[in-house]
Structure formats: structure tokens, C-alpha cells
């Protein structure tokens, strides 16, 4: 299973790390790489140093490029500035629930902001069930942050997911299956974004 995963990813890899070489005479239109394909949604105090982090390095050993925030920003760098333009670049989501997960608004933010921006997200319940999961209210957010939130959390408890007891459960195997998750919706998404290429293309020539 490890070994099919790895080659999967490292025939992936090749293909998203390849950037059009600039066509002569049009350099402004030069394709740029995004921010990241894997843009990690986590609570870091329950998470950063097991799943989150894990999996991030996992990814990023395969050639993959994830976001997550203790590895991929510096002392300096703005939250909003760093984190919002990875959550629009990315290609997929994964957003790691775990016990304290909606205590916190930049959580919560990022995935509204994941949801919003139409993106494909990867739900991971981590010692955690979807029916636990409520957006908190501590009357500081105003009714519009609420309502954005309640959406957001809604949309992502009803979708497939992963589940995983970090006492009980199989580490390895569980790292396992959620690259290959991962990776399995990044070719997904590849393919998509293909077809969308090519129908272009046909409906250019008529």
C-alpha cells in the first residue's frame, strides 16, 4: 500500500511542479506557481505536533507542497497576509477537527474561507464525532461571522471524511490513508481541471 501510494504521488508531483516554459515574445503571461496544493486547517494545540504536522511532513517528504502554518511561515509574516492567499491558491483542503477546533475563530475562518472560495476539503475527525462539532458563541462574533461559520462547519461535517482515535488508533495506517486521500483528489482535481482545459479549447475553435 505504502509503496503504490509513493509512486502515485511521485508521478503527481511531476505533474504539478511542471510550469509552461515563458512563450517568446509574451513573458507577462507566464503561468506562476500557486502558494500550495495542500492547504492544512487545524487547531495547532491539539494537532500542530501529531496529525497536523505529520501529515504535512509526509506530504512534503513525497514532493507535495502543503501549508501549515508553523512550517511554511516565519517571525514577521502576517497571518491574513500568508494564510489567505494559500487557502485561494490551494488546491484542496484539509481540515483536521479535533476537541477544541471551534473555540477558535481562525479556524473557523479559514474554513469558511476554504468553503467560500469553492475549494475541495478533506474532513479528518480526530478523537472527535461530526455531531460534536458546534460553532461556539461567546458573544464576541456578530451574527453575520456566525451564520458564516455555522455554513462552513455544516458543509464540512456532511462530507466523507476521515476518523481517527489517536489513542487507539494505527498511526502508520492512518497516515497512509490520508495521503492517499489526499493525493487521490489531487489527481481527481488534475483530471477535472484537464477536461475543463480541453472542453475550452473545443468551444474556442467552434
Known sequence: MQQSCSSSAKYLCRKLVQVPPP???KAATTMTRPVCDIFINHRGIDTKRTIAGLLHDHLFRLGLRPFLD???????DGLFGKINPAIRSCKLGVAIFSPN????YFCMQELALLMENKKRVIPIFCD?????LQVMDYGIRSAKQLERFNFALEDAKYTIGLAFDTLRGNWPEFLNSATEAVIGNLVELEAQNTSKKRTYILHGRE
Open 128 to 132: 472527535v464525532k461530526p455531531s460534536q
Open 70 to 76: 508553523s512550517r511554511s511561515m516565519k517571525p514577521g
Open 23 to 25: 512563450t517568446p515574445n
Open 101 to 104: 477546533y471551534c473555540d477558535s
